[in-house]
């Protein structure tokens, strides 16, 4: 994406999220609520097909998990993919994680896998690991697939936007037995077992404007829950929302609920892998670099761990991040007198190296906790590890007929 798309983005983002002012914005925001509607009628006739059998649904004979949400990021997803990931693992389980990879480069030559002529190699997904061994930088990876296949051992990671087609590769290439589908909920081709769906208690339905994209954040309309099998709350603090619970419970009375907080563990240097405690980030003054979904709840983390935020360079979410870039924000903090550079794991493995590293740059590492359901967690693992009387398809075709789909 070029310098004026993701200005426009930028501009689109703030727009929905209510940070743009002005006439020009507030027309925005008229138009983009009526294309919302249009986008509505587009999701839930696409969910009716699927429902009534005009559109088919692959079943690959395995395990398949959905994680998702029905917001367009800022729930924490992929810590929550993470920690499944690892707790199937530790059962037994090979586990495949299907993404498709957003905003990853396409490769410039085609992989080799065993002795596939270059033909057959061209249809093949993206390995960014095998369970073994790391293949691809994250440029062609993704960011959150290859942070994910760096941090999990034995966890092998497909990227293909065609998730059927990685799918059938994981199993019959990689040996995997059970997949899980890296932000899923909205991919019907492939048929999921189980959904997972994350629900963020700061922002449950997305923005204010509580509406489907473009005006709002939401994907699909939030009676959709309905098709989730477990609901997870996620960035928890403090006491449960009961009225969150209530207006869930209201949507999805079958699934079960967990709460979950996103805490951070500790500070890992980007170029070098040395680990700080938390504590060094209290009184030092620290400039931000990210390219998230909601860069002021990262901002907001750090001060709340006590740093002293100077500034915050935002750029959109999974901005690849350029040398000029890098070097122009290095001179800013040095000018600045900046202590600490702070970044996001994800982002940091987009980060280039400057080319004067006179400030040390450092990623927060965020892990999920589960703070309230963890016997409903327990009993997720072992459902998806253990045999279930209930036919998985009908599982999903229940699911899938929920009321309030394609109506």
């Known amino acids: 994406m070029g310098q004026v798309g993701e200005d426009a983005e930028k501009w689109a983002a703030d727009v929905i999220f209510g940070r743009a002012r002005g006439l020009g914005a507030a027309l925005a925001r008229i138009l983009f609520r009526g294309l919302s509607h249009v986008y509505a009628l587009v999701v839930q006739c696409r969910l009716k097909a699927y429902r009534e059998g005009w ?21 924490g997803k992929t810590p929550v993919v993470e920690l499944l990931a690892r707790a199937l693992c530790q059962r037994g389980r090979k586990v495949a994680i299907l993404s498709r990879g957003y905003k990853s480069r396409k490769l410039d030559v085609p992989q080799q896998w065993k002795d ?14 095998d369970g073994q061994t790391l293949h691809l930088e994250a440029i062609y990876a993704g960011d959150e697939p290859y942070m994910l296949a760096k941090n999990l051992e034995d966890v092998r990671v497909v990227v293909d936007k065609d998730r059927v087609n990685g799918g059938r590769f ?7 037995d059970t997949l899980l589908l890296d932000d899923g909920l909205q991919y019907l081709a492939l048929d999921h077992e189980y959904d997972l769906v994350l629900v963020d208690q700061n922002a449950p339905f997305g923005t204010e404007a509580r509406a489907l994209l473009p005006r709002g954040t939401l994907r699909e309309p939030a009676r959709n829950l309905c098709r989730a099998s477990h609901i997870m709350i996620t960035k928890c603090r403090g006491p449960s929302d009961e009225e969150l619970l209530a207006s869930l419970r209201s949507r999805n009375p079958t699934a079960e609920i967990m709460q979950a907080t996103h805490a951070p563990r500790h500070l890992e240097r980007v170029f070098g892998g040395e680990r700080l405690p938390l504590e060094e980030l209290r009184g030092k003054y620290v400039a931000a670099i ?20 100077e500034f915050h360079r935002v750029f959109t979410d999974h901005h690849p991040f350029t040398q000029k870039e890098v070097d122009r924000f ?7 007198d900046i202590e600490l550079v702070i970044t996001t794991e994800k982002d940091a493995v987009r980060f280039p190296r400057p080319q004067a590293l006179d400030v040390e740059i ?16 327990n009993r997720f693992i072992d459902h998806i590890v253990e045999p279930r009387e209930q036919d998985a398809a009908a599982r999903a075709e229940e699911r899938l007929a929920c009321e309030g789909i394609g109506s």
């Open 116 to 129: 596939l002529d270059p033909a057959e190699c061209e249809a093949l997904p993206k390995i960014v690991s």
């Open 362 to 377: 450092y990623f927060l590492r965020i892990e999920v906790e589960i703070i309230d359901g963890q016997d409903v967690w």
């Open 290 to 309: 990210s390219g998230i979904a909601v860069p002021e709840s990262f901002e907001s983390l750090l001060e709340e761990l006590g740093a002293q935020v």
């Open 170 to 176: 994981a199993v019959s290439q990689l040996g995997a």
């Open 55 to 75: 559109k088919e649904q692959v079943r690959l004979g395995t395990k398949v998990v959905s994680v998702g949400n029905l917001t367009v990021g800022g729930t």
């Open 330 to 336: 290095m001179t800013r903090c040095v000018e600045r």
